[in-house]
């Protein structure tokens, strides 16, 4: 058994079912013998993963299915040991530079180097180069960045690499220049819908319409999480009939909880009690990005129309704190901070407005 | 209780070099530290618990004698005692020496007789003016090879820089020996570190020939140091920064090396270890017809109380304790504090005596120093009200000599203050600022009224946070910057409503962010290997389709409601006909499993005596395995806390 997700994950590009179009240039980018660096971007579950590996099967033929997972350990400068798991066939190597945090650069020059100074040995291959897919990109340090950038130039003859990014703005920008951009947008809900049916079909059970409508409005746009929400669900409620009960994640519900918490009162003690929440969300794992993105939203559905674009605007400008800085939680609580000053000056204002 | 063994009659003993001043006879036993005086010498003198000695026990019988199928001694070869300073272990070893009769050879780093200072990454040094120029490292190797091959010689060939611990004068060749190392070398040093687990790793591989025993085995004592507040909060490694620091486990770099973990000394066993102590001091005296007054009950709990689980400073302490006579002396001299509370109760004075004693200057520090910052006290504040009109006095005259600012411009003028009390200048310390800022971030909304004063401090820790980048310890305006930034934004004057300064619990967050981690890439691979396992999809055997789709961020945010389902269906299945589906890893409830509670924010109090570091690691009574959601959001009872007054009066 494994997860849907994976089970029913395309393996051609034939068999995607949406982005038609992206396809087509796919297909004639890997028949047309002059492939080019690729840099896939996209939302979360818009299905760049599975494109990229469609792509390298079309390139290479199923042998690039073969995958085995290797562990390497890598010395940095300062001869710390840094393992990494590499994840590779004859014909292409996957890896996430950021698992190791600050000596990515370490990993992306040793890697790369490697591979691009072994030509390709297997005759019979279809292609004279080997694909480097370089997941989460976008969390790249400047340093690794830089080091991939004149890699890129120097092995162009032996070796392409695959980017995948949720946004290209942490990329620099030659690195852009030097990859062709592929954007995956997040399908739409009758896309996803579709894909839903199918599941459905191949499993041989029957998706009601209003169900699978529900699951993918609430996916909005990431098919990951609509086909791990309609196997929980299926999994809870063989039948899938009657209103469906998609229950949000549980970091989800908890940074609204927060966000109401934010909106409710603007006291010292208060910011005691959210930093204990964001305590909590952090020691779970949950990317400290992602939970004041998600407070963030959560706050602007709440606040007056003026401090939108404030409380939007403060949330920016402490991530980019986050990213620089090394504690997490100063940052969060910062922005916390200074969302309950806007709001409590702003409520003070309208007060005395009233008063004249 | 046995009898108290008297350095002249026995070997010299070590504690860490602090016996160097003994080694000359001693005439008057005054002047023998009472903590190599009445060093344990039976189990029931040890301060430890019994568990920790029996582990130690038992590893060194099967690494002498193979334990029950004598087969297990070649794997009993190193064993890593480790913990925090004074809790006993070498003392344990020592003990247990003298139970299980065998003997101690011993490596010292010996700095007089030091070769070239520099370490090089090559051969030696280079050959040629001094022969004896040998390296500190060559020669530590050059004693563990010659301890481990010709036990029994050793003992008499013993000479300068290697020091034997012989129990008998009388020595018999068939004695057993273990060899110590407790003054390891430098392991800051990368090649010497190396050097170092190359040299262990070596003695580990069991010897070809079968029928010669094994060297003797080797036990190292590591002190540990705590967590540092350097260490990113990123799941990256430390770049730099983190130096004072070295992961025992690293360093070794052996694995199923490291031996039970020593905690500091619980009060109640230390509380009887000092008593007993004092009674075969004051017994043993009286039997030389002179007169002792054995301090009362309440001075060892003073002692035990401040001494934070460190048996020898509490020894120390107490030996001081008895020396200087403490309640008639100190109203006189003993500084401020006591005198404060002339008049008041002896209880006091004691205390204060006592804490000035043993508390380690770094803790004083970080704990005036939080006093100072988060009370802002500025120029005419009035005096606190628990202040005798005497220090107000002195406060005021202090403040005559403070010149205010000039004024500020109109459109900055809400940014006037009163001239500080605190001169930020004069408060560099040994603190650094990452400590200092994890300290100033768990405690100053206690300290203020307005949420406009908590943003400039939160501004301000941010804004040192980020500009440091990864070397944010070592930016020399990082200090400053904090405690300035805090100072203007805290309320003049700070309202008093008993705060208590906490520990942060950032340390114990980090932690359990590791450990969810640690979870998370559990279920990644399950995922991995679930689906090799079960490949009888109707596709075909296609193995590893997840294999890098799947990364962290992905799991710890989408897979939670999926693994929860999946936990709830196996429960109902199983109550049926069994389980159908697998079971995902356990500890995936580490970050997939998120209850809202209102609780209040943990984190310990901090005390006048600790010195700000926090212990990594629980009890080991604690199961590790259980680390279930009720024990995740679980308070931590707080420690006695000291009334903030405490804080002032020790200014």
Known sequence: ?356 | MAKPVRQSQRPSVDVKGKSKETRTPVDDEDDILWVDKYEPTSEAELAVHKRKVEDVRRWLLEAFEGGPSAKLRKYRRILALSGPAGTAKTSTLRVLSRELDFEILEWRNSMSERGPSVFTNDEPGPNGLDFDAETLFDKFQAFLTRAMACNSIFGHHNTTQIRSQTQSSTQRPSKRQLVLLEDLPNLLHQPTQMRFQAALRSLCIPTSNLSEPPGPPIVIILSDSGLRGEQPDDDSWGAGGSARRWDKKEVLDIRNVLGPEFNPIAPTLMTKALQTLLASHFGSLDAHGREGKQPPREVIDIVVGSSNGDIRSAIMALQFACVVDLPASSMGSKGKAARKNAGGTKRTSVRAVLEAVTRREQSLVLFHLLGKILYNKRKFDPPASHLSSKDAAKERELDMQLTDPSPLPVWISHHNRKASRVCAEATESPIDSSMLGLYTHQNYTQFCTDIDQCDGICEGLSWVDCMGGALSANSPYAFRTLTLSTLHSLPTPVPRSGQKVCKPTWFDVRTRELEASDAVGDVLSWLGKNEAVGGDTDQGALSLVSAGKWTHANVATELGGWLGALNRCNIDRSKLQGGHHPQPPRTHRLFSYLPWSLGAVGGDVLGENEDGEVERGGDDDEDRDARLPGKMGGGEEGKGWLEDDDIEDAE
Request: net charge positive; with cysteine.
């Open chain 1, 1 to 356: 058994m494994s997860l849907w997700v994976d089970r029913f994950r395309p393996k051609t590009l034939d068999e995607l079912h949406y982005h038609q179009s992206l396809s087509t240039r796919l297909k004639a980018l890997a028949s047309s013998g002059d492939f080019p660096h690729i840099l896939f971007y996209g939302p979360s579950g818009a299905g760049k993963k599975t494109r990229i590996s469609c792509t390298l099967r079309q390139l290479f033929g199923s042998g690039v299915e073969k995958l085995k997972i290797d562990q390497r350990v890598f010395v940095s400068p300062s001869r710390r040991k840094i393992e990494i798991n590499v994840v590779q066939s004859n014909y292409h190597i996957e890896i996430t530079p950021s698992e190791a945090g600050n000596f990515d650069r370490v990993i992306i020059q040793e890697l790369i180097k490697e591979i691009a100074q072994t030509q390709q040995v297997d005759v019979s291959a279809k292609q004279r180069f080997k694909v480097v897919v370089i997941n989460e990109a976008d969390t790249l340090s400047r340093d690794a960045q830089a080091a991939l950038r004149r890699t890129m130039e120097k092995y162009m003859s032996n070796l392409r690499i695959i980017l995948c990014a949720n946004s290209t703005s942490r990329l620099i920008a030659p690195i852009k220049s030097r990859c062709l951009l592929i954007r995956v947008a997040a399908p739409s809900t009758e896309e996803m819908q579709t894909v839903l049916e199918h599941v459905a079909k191949k499993l041989k059970f029957d998706l009601p319409p209003e169900a699978s409508c529900q699951i993918a409005e609430d996916a909005a746009g990431n098919m990951r999480k609509a086909l791990l929400v309609f196997e929980t669900l299926k999994m809870q409620s063989p039948d899938l009939s009657g209103p469906l009960n998609i229950a949000k994640p549980d970091w989800e519900t908890y940074c609204h909880k927060i966000a109401d918490l934010i909106v409710q009162e603007q006291s010292p003690e208060r910011v005691m009690q959210v930093r204990a929440k964001f305590y909590e969300l952090l020691s779970h794992c949950i990317p400290p990005t992602i939970i004041l993105k998600t407070v963030a939203d959560r706050v602007v559905e709440r606040v007056d129309e003026a401090l939108k674009a404030d409380v939007m605007h403060w949330a920016a400008f402490y991530e980019l704190r986050m990213r620089m800085g090394n504690k997490k939680i100063y940052h969060l609580e910062a922005w916390v901070v200074k969302i309950m000053c806007l709001y409590k000056h702003f409520t003070y204002n309208i007060d005395m407005s009233e008063f004249d």
